[in-house]
């Protein structure tokens, strides 16, 4: 029972990250309908900034997540100006080409920067904890509480806001947002905005317990993909609730099955899932 529930904790740290990476990701496609294949370029190089605040320049670990946070998403705006924007007009795998081309860029760029070796990140909050019988480290628990945190105040915004609002309009009809005066390339840039910075904190809470290397972004947007096509594209509780769901899954199937499929659970759980309801848990326009 103890393992089960270690294991139940464990899952909503991976749940935790995994959600939001998704978060970001299915912004940027309920809006502008752009896989953003580069949102996982995104969360690599916030756990390269985040290092190298701490490790080179001295920073506190918060104040280094900070830091990382507004670098990326400055640079996710940058990706959407140059890149995206222009092809606004474009046939749709051109947007694909272009960004899985930036992805490749920006893992070739931290390659040369910060070399292929992998990297540890440190943490003030490498502490061993016992709570309720469980061996939890605080910075798993950082992870979950943070995750939690950022969830309920992104929905605050866009809920409570006005400019939320109009992040919400655009995304159930962009021509229409247009019409009622909402400047779009605003509310896009924004999005490309909040979509980097929450990669940023993701990898940044995420590195002290994995390890900081080119292509870590690779997979993570991989099952990024597949939360979002799980939970309803566009959708983002969808975006929230098949990220827990595939931590879970991915934590109790490495101890119960075998660690060497876990990677492939997420896979799996998208045929299921899709066999059963092929629109995804949430149908678009749940956000």
Avoid: C
């Amino acid at each position: 029972m103890e393992i089960l529930f270690q294991q139940l904790f464990n899952g909503l740290t991976i749940g935790s990250v995994y959600s939001l990476v998704a978060l970001g990701l299915t912004l940027v496609y309920g809006i502008l309908h752009i896989p953003n294949f580069a949102h996982g370029a995104l969360y690599m190089l916030g756990g390269y900034i985040t290092l190298t605040m701490m490790t080179t320049f001295g920073l506190h670990y918060w104040l280094a997540i900070f830091v990382s946070i507004i670098a990326v998403g400055i640079i996710g705006v940058l990706m959407e100006r140059v890149v995206f924007h222009p092809l606004r007009n474009a046939p749709p795998i051109q947007d694909n080409i272009a960004a899985i081309g930036i992805l490749l860029f920006l893992e070739a760029l931290a390659q040369f920067v910060w070399g292929a070796d992998y990297q540890s990140m440190p943490t003030p909050y490498g502490q061993v904890v016992s709570l309720f019988g469980l061996t939890l480290t605080v910075q798993r628990i950082l992870i979950v509480a943070s995750a939690i945190v950022v969830m309920i105040l992104l929905y605050l915004f866009l809920k409570k806001t006005y400019t939320g609002s109009t992040i919400i309009a655009m995304s159930q009809n962009r021509e229409g947002a247009n019409l009622v005066g909402i400047n779009t390339n605003k509310v896009a840039m924004l999005t490309f905005l909040i979509s980097g910075s929450l990669a940023a904190i993701a990898s940044s809470l995420a590195a002290p317990i994995n390890l900081v290397f080119p292509g870590m972004g690779q997979l993570v947007i991989l099952k990024a993909f597949v939360i979002i096509i799980l939970g309803g594209m566009g959708s983002i509780p969808g975006a929230i609730l098949g990220g827990y769901i595939l931590g879970f899954s991915e934590s109790l199937g490495a101890t119960y099955l075998s660690n060497d499929y876990k990677d492939i659970i997420a896979f799996v759980l998208l045929v299921i899932i899709l066999t059963v309801k092929p629109t995804g848990l949430f149908a678009k326009g749940g956000q």
